[in-house]
């Protein structure tokens, strides 16, 4: 049987665990999971990972959580193309090193802005405090600034001339904050260029059908109203970020 992954593309790893599978060719059943309506505090998906959080992957009886690790395990279990994660040590090195470095850069920048610009005034009805949005910003800024100079200089993906697991992970990140309006790639063509050519490594149309839900991040208060936000789990967002 095909294996299983766990998923919500509003969720930056999830996006890029379905991307690399879908680029790969590798069999999987989508087992959508949906962060909104508080489902990975239930019954059901406790039974699968104790942690609550996706993307998770169930490989028959093995099952793994934290898109790093499934990245990696589906890299090394269907064999993909080297370029994804390179034998060749150093190289595998700088995308280990990109890995390490975007969870608390890239990742938790992109991510508070998407907060603060669309979940958090969808939950509770008011925009986030100027001085909070304009430090998000700022942080974010940073990141990009530092992605730019360290991780992609010149070159056309971040290990040299070919897309790998840093580019995939990365661009998910980006586009995170893109879904609430801001756009990060104006004023930076290098990025631009960057963005342009790992679209077109991974498919323009899968790429943009996997982020279509993001880009229509507008339509969360009404999902919220529809879907009746649980009590515990607005108060558990509340206190993210006050």
Known sequence: ??????????????????????????????????????????????????????????DGDFILTESIAILQYLAAKHHTPDNWY???????????????????????????VFWFRGVMPAVTGVPVPKEKMDAAVEDLN?????FEDKFLQSRPFIIGDKISLADLVAIVEI???????????????????????VKKEIGVEVFDEAHKVIMNVDTLAQTFENKGLPEFLKLKIQRMFN
């Open 1 to 58: 049987m095909p294996l299983e992954l766990y998923l919500d593309l509003h969720s930056q790893p999830c996006r890029s665990v379905l991307l690399f599978a879908q680029i790969n060719k590798i069999p999987f059943e989508f087992k959508a999971v949906d962060l909104s309506a508080g489902e990975q505090y239930g019954e059901e998906f406790g039974k699968v990972s104790i942690i609550r959080k996706v993307p998770v992957l169930k």
């Open 175 to 197: 586009m995170q904050p893109v879904g609430t309006g801001l756009d990060v790639f104006q004023g930076r063509p290098a990025l631009s260029a960057w963005r342009d050519r």
């Open 142 to 146: 940073a990141s990009l600034k530092t």
């Open 86 to 112: 390179p034998t060749d040590l150093q190289k595998r090195a700088r995308v280990d090193e990109f890995l390490s470095w975007q969870h608390t850069n890239i990742r938790t920048h992109g991510s508070k």
